[in-house]
């Protein structure tokens, strides 16, 4: 039984269609990030898987359950949603004592906001934290009774440099855990190592479903290999730049550049020990995946 299941999902809101056809499954101990320009559909897919919202065809199941109808199943998920917000009262303790009663977690509330680092403002009410702060205070919320499965949207939204790097070390933990985890986030760059998988999501369709070199390779680059030669033959040149995978090739005095996809850096390596080049220093620069999905949405919308 797999944690989340979407089968033919579609999800209409009086004449406005939403999401179309959803159908995908998150494996146990999966790590996927959710991909997509605002307004492609991520927060109502989030609000399908959360039980919030009842597709209006399709099925969602969450462990073999659906949680629109079998809201008992949201006890095994924890969530973050982008729109969370506070008790203004009530301070960050009393914000996880109350979560962990409804989890049955009776451990001390210090254990989790320690771990979001809040220990320094357990008993501060909740409506003079910052952003950041309320953030981590949702992330602890959202930890509370260890949940199988774990459902982030935006949680680096308003952190800094150091509560991101702090999300990092609870994602990997909960990873170690075996937690599944669906993240959906816009700051890529400190999140696409620790995933498994993305889906990205446009104009309500799932329109990717894979691995990051693979999106890498579907956007049409990914590596750029820089060359520092003594000096280079044309014949070289002319054979890199008709390959199949290399999208530019050029020379800047003592350098050759080469964009290609990932699956053809092999062959213009190849290229290169076979060939008469005499190079001095080579470097390789992947391509972030925030430039392979900036280049994949704009391919979608062509």
Do not use: W
Not at 155 to 178: C, F, H, K, N
């Amino acid at each position: 039984m797999v944690p989340v299941a979407f089968k033919n999902v579609t999800k209409q809101f009086s004449d406005t269609t939403v999401v179309v056809d959803l159908t995908f499954e998150i494996t146990t101990g999966e790590t996927v990030c959710v991909l997509g320009p605002n307004g492609a559909g991520k927060s109502t897919t989030f609000g399908l898987l959360l039980g919030a919202l009842k597709p209006s065809s399709g099925t969602v199941a969450v462990f073999g359950n659906d949680p629109f109808d079998e809201p008992s199943v949201r006890s095994r998920l924890g969530a973050l949603p982008d729109g969370f917000d506070v008790y203004p009262r009530l301070t960050g303790r009393q914000h996880v004592q109350y979560a962990a009663r409804l989890n049955g977690d009776d451990r001390d509330p210090a254990r989790l906001l320690d771990r979001v680092g809040l220990a320094a403002a357990i008993d501060k009410r909740a409506g003079k934290y910052s952003l950041g702060m309320k953030r981590r205070l949702g992330l602890a919320l959202a930890l509370s009774g260890d949940p199988d499965l774990l459902v982030l949207d935006e949680p680096s939204a308003g952190l800094d440099p150091v509560g991101s790097y702090m999300l990092r070390d609870i994602i990997r933990e909960e990873q170690d855990r075996g937690t599944t985890i669906l993240v959906a986030s816009h700051n890529l760059e400190y999140i696409d190592d620790l995933c498994d998988r993305f889906i990205a999501i446009l104009d309500g369709r799932v329109q990717f479903n894979d691995t990051v070199a693979a999106l890498r390779e579907q956007a049409g680059t990914g590596i750029r290999v820089s060359i520092s030669v003594e000096a280079c033959p044309d014949p070289f040149v002319e054979r890199i730049a008709t390959m199949t995978g290399v999208s530019n090739v050029k020379i800047d005095s003592s350098r050759i550049r080469i964009d290609c996809t990932p699956s053809a850096k092999p062959s213009v390596i190849a290229a290169l020990d076979d060939s008469n080049v005499r190079f001095t220093d080579i470097d390789i620069e992947e391509q972030s995946t925030m430039s392979a999905f900036r280049q994949f949405l704009h391919e979608g919308t062509q």
